[in-house]
């Protein structure tokens, strides 16, 4: 892998590949359709997206993070236990990608309840970190969060580093990952006419200009910086959107000093440099 000689200790930056294998979840949980033909474009992650994208990583040799609802684990079990069993980490995605701001506070606790029972069940281990369905958070996310024992959160978009997350005015013990929706696949490529109007069908030469300038920047920047994907199996999964993102893997790889690395280390790592 050419010039990859980052590590936690020493890099110029920290990139995080992570994966929302949404499925079918999207559609019977956020957008509350069940068409069979709106539920196949949910299975395309797993007939196609989530091989193709465990042979790039296998390939490179590259961390990941997959973030996985409930019933998505459930659903397609023996697809979740290959990637877990492959030494991907696995984060908790809600249960059937539930966006919290639409749930009362015995309904969010269920839905966070029933997604880490799923990713036991299917994977034998609980999950460390969370990623709120579409990114939105209710006013009892971090409290629910600490009780049930998550240590990082990658649902905010406040900063290009990590942060601590601060909760009713008060600094938590939550590790913030923030993300971005320009590195995030489905602003550019997701297409949807019902039940809401989605443009999407970006050209993949427009995202790369967007994904690689923001890398550079961040680069450029070095310290305690992230980069940090967020991708759905179900739309980078194309073939031409998976080409363009080995390229961009390989564009990265051919920089000095950055560690690619799963969310749970860089939470880790956050945490060592904070109590230093």
């Known amino acids: 892998m050419a010039n990859f000689t980052g590590t936690a200790e020493h890099h110029q ?11 079918e979840s999207l559609w019977l949980g956020a957008l509350n359709t069940s068409t069979p033909s709106a539920l196949s474009r949910g299975a395309y992650a797993a007939n196609e997206g989530v091989p193709r994208i465990l042979r790039l990583l296998k390939e490179f040799e590259l961390p990941a993070t997959f973030f996985v609802p409930g019933d998505t684990a459930e659903r397609h079990s023996g697809l979740t236990r290959t990637i877990a069993g492959s030494g991907y980490e696995i984060g908790h995605h809600g249960y059937l990608h539930e966006p919290p701001t639409t749930l009362t506070e015995p309904e969010e606790r ?40 998550i240590t990082y959160d990658a649902s905010q978009l406040g900063a290009d580093r990590p942060y601590w997350v601060s909760d009713q005015g008060k600094r938590t013990d939550i590790v913030e990952l923030p ?3 320009e590195l995030t696949d489905s602003a550019h490529f997701m297409f949807s006419y019902f039940p809401t109007y989605r443009v999407g069908l ?11 300038g923001d890398f550079d ?7 305690d ?3 940090i994907l967020t991708m759905h199996p179900e739309i980078i999964g194309r073939n031409h959107r998976m080409r363009m993102l080995r390229e961009l893997v390989e564009y990265m790889l051919g920089h000095d000093n950055v560690w690619f ?6 939470a880790a790592e956050f945490r060592t440099r904070e109590a230093l």
């Open 202 to 212: 970006s050209a993949p030469s427009k995202v790369a200009e967007i994904w690689r």
């Open 261 to 266: 690395t799963t969310m749970a280390d860089l």
């Open 217 to 223: 920047g961040a680069y450029e920047e070095g310290g």
């Open 179 to 181: 993300g971005a929706w």
């Open 13 to 23: 930056l920290a990139v995080a590949l992570t994966f929302d294998f949404d499925a």
């Open 110 to 149: 269920r839905m966070i309840e029933r997604g880490i029972d799923a990713l036991v069940t299917v994977t034998g281990t609980a999950p460390t970190g969370y990623r709120s369905p579409s990114w939105e958070l209710s006013e009892s996310t971090y409290s629910l969060l600490r009780e049930y024992g």
């Open 225 to 227: 910086g992230c980069y």
